[in-house]
């Protein structure tokens, strides 16, 4: 099965699964349009420092809470007791929870000395030791034990952030400088960043930090001595400004962009993946980034909000980067992964650079295979060749192109002999079956079968050579093939016969067995009393729950479908059906085709 996102693309050579980008518009949080900052409590409620004041985020409901002079909100943090610090236009404060959660806002202008009391943007927020500290361009303050105190600038202040163990600053004249023994003292080396706007410090490794500037220029501090840190070429080309950055994991970290969305990066200096507009996010301009508990991306943009899975298990994945396809089968042939889709087939090849050999991470481009316009229902690999059914018939598939074997639509091939190749290749289509044979590498079409006139979707062989197929309205189908492969009798089992209804049934072939999916439960045929008894490996598994699709994997785990919902059957090593464990896949409910 493919999972594809809507409004997803693919630019270039960025990587072929993407993360579900969720956006957030004016509409959705009623604020105003830029996001400049970010934040999360202790009970997972999402917090955001925007043009209207401070937004707060629980999962379903949107509030917003203005400044008493109703300014612009830069920044915020929180501390430990889910006090939530935020600064606007001449305003420093909190605001806390009532017992019945409503915010208060409670001002601290009162305590700043009488000569400055009048300032403009608080364009930052940071705990560190005990203390909050907000970052004026003219000044900081510290608040500790219900105390401010003023740090002016030599020049002006352009930034800071705490990350590790370091509360870092930057003057525009001194560089950038650590608060140590309630001072600031300059890094060494400071002459390295002269002309640089800092825009955020990543923890990079036990020892080591990663300072991203505006103009794309990075440094690293080691041992409060500042030294140069060379990116790969992969940046040079992108035309923007790297506004905001935070580390995502211990090996990589995001880069919010004025212009390119957000470059995720890794500690080599190379790009990961790129997610803008033509991925799904809302616009390319970032002005903050933050990573929730749940290692959910969020990035507050110049025009709306925008929630990024990018730690997430599932990727999403969309050839067609001028529609919206639906996906029906996917297969990877000689290092190119095919998809058959709603409007043709696709493929592209896996790239090698791949580290971390996770599929979705593959840089590359689809293109579409010639001749193949149309439903594409199935591609199979038989024979080690790939063979394609097709709403306009059964097709062969050879690289990026495909040529056209019978003109009768068809859903699956199944192949007569578990032995390679096999001469004969069973083929349902919408009419019964047609038979394919195989000689000298090629596949040549036998023509149809005589028998049953019925739509054959799923088809399945057992072990004594019956070959068994199933109809969603019927029941199940025993056909017996004759000794010429010319024609084949049909049998229909339905209810009566030990099923527990009619309809819905699905047959697969599941760890060397013939297994049909029911309403209630995994079924399996006894032969010696000629009815269908539920399955004695599945049913301690799956009890009676509705099962739609089986599939198992190299690795002998049964993925599942029942309802609207999907899973899988994870068994340990060596194989144990008294030892598995079951995981759902909540994000794919109601996605499944």
Sequence with gaps: MLFLALGVGVKG???????????????????????????????????????EGLLCYDGTYWKIYPQPNRTILRSIAIDKDDRIYVGGQGEIGYFSPDP????????????????????????????????????????????????????????EWQFLTQEGNELISQDRKNGLLTYKNNEWIPLKN????????????????????????????????????????????????????????????KEEFVAGTTSEGCLIMNFKGHIVQRISRTE?????????????????????LNNGISMITYNSAIKYIQPSSTDDLSGFSSRIFNNRLYIGTSDGAYVTPLSNENENKDLSFSKGAFTLIKNTKGQVWRIDEVNQRLLMGHNGGTFSI??????????????????????????????????????????????TNRGN????????????????????????????????????????????????????????????RIRNRVVFATEKGAYEFDAAANKF??????????????????????????WFVSGKSMGVIHYTAPLDEKQFTLTWFPELKGQIL
Aim: proline share 5%; charged share 15%.
């Design 13 to 51: 050579q960025n990587t072929i699964g993407l993360p579900l980008i969720i956006n957030y518009g004016k509409t959705d949080f009623h604020g105003g349009s830029q996001t400049w900052d970010i934040k999360q409590d202790r009970r997972g409620l999402m917090y955001f420092a925007n043009n």
């Design 398 to 443: 050879d690289g990026s192109e495909a040529t056209s074997l019978a003109p009768e639509a068809s859903w699956l091939f199944v192949p007569t002999s578990p032995i390679v190749p096999s001469k004969y290749i069973l083929t349902g289509t919408y009419t019964g079956l047609k038979l394919l044979s195989f000689q000298q590498n090629q596949f």
């Design 533 to 558: 008894v539920p399955s004695q490996f599945l049913t301690p598994v799956f009890g009676q729950t509705p099962l739609r699709y089986l599939n198992e994997d190299s690795e002998g785990n049964i």
């Design 280 to 300: 799904g996010l809302q616009n390319n301009s970032v002005l903050c980034v933050f990573l929730d508990r749940e290692n959910n991306l969020w990035a507050g």
């Design 100 to 155: 019945n959660g409503f915010l208060h806002y409670h001002s601290l202008i009162g305590l700043l000395p009488k000569n400055h009391k009048e300032f403009a943007d608080i364009w930052h927020i940071e705990l560190f030791n005990g203390s909050v500290f907000f970052q004026a361009t003219d000044r900081i303050f510290e608040l500790k034990n219900n105390v401010i105190r003023v740090f002016t600038p030599q020049s």
């Design 190 to 249: 400071n002459t390295l960043m002269a002309g640089q706007l800092l825009s955020g410090i990543s923890l990079m490794g036990p020892d080591s930090l990663l300072i991203s500037t505006i103009k794309k220029k990075f440094f690293l501090i080691k041992s409060d001595s500042l030294i140069p840190f060379i990116p790969s070429s992969d940046i040079e080309p992108i035309n923007t400004d790297v506004y905001k950055s935070t580390r995502l994991n």
């Design 449 to 508: 079968l005589d028998g049953l006139y019925e739509s054959l979707r799923y088809l399945a062989i057992d072990n004594n050579n019956t070959l068994w197929a199933s109809h969603p309205y019927r029941g199940i189908y025993r056909l017996d093939i004759s000794a010429d492969m010319t024609k084949y009798n049909a049998k229909l089992y339905t209810d009566k016969d030990g099923l527990p209804s009619s309809l819905n049934n699905q047959v697969f």
